[in-house]
């Protein structure tokens, strides 16, 4: 089992930055892959990053549409993954999740591949 509790979201305007924090608990964080989805009304819950274990040499994956904007990392002494959001735009406005998959393998892109997931924390960014 894993508990996921995100953090950072809040209001922004375009151009603006913002990190997001995920603490997870319960398993050897370490080893486990931790994504980042993100969900807007009406619409499907989509993948934005992604960064695998130390078995995979937390390598990281990102979508198309924040390539170049959001970096996502982790500090595995603490147990948590980050996701730092610059440069946002209206366009990113949506639930952000946070996510864990337990399975030792490189990262998938679907949320079918995650098994965990937070509550999720709220991104706004206004024009």
């Known amino acids: 089992q894993v508990q996921l509790v995100e953090s950072g979201g809040g209001l922004v305007q375009a151009g603006d930055s913002l990190r997001l924090s995920c603490a997870a608990s319960g398993r050897t964080f370490s080893r486990i892959t931790m994504g980042w989805f993100r969900q807007a009304p009406g619409k499907e819950r989509e993948f934005v990053a992604a960064?695998?274990?130390?078995?995979?040499?937390?390598?990281?994956y990102y979508a198309d549409s924040v390539k170049g904007r959001f970096t996502i990392s982790r500090d595995n002494a603490l147990n948590t993954v980050y996701l730092q959001m610059n440069s946002l735009k209206p366009g990113d406005t949506a639930r952000y999740y946070c996510s864990a998959d337990l399975r030792i393998a490189r990262p998938g892109f679907s949320r079918y591949d995650y098994a965990y997931w937070g509550p999720g924390t709220q991104v706004t960014v206004s024009s």
């Open positions: 960064i695998a274990g130390i078995n995979w040499s937390e390598s990281t």
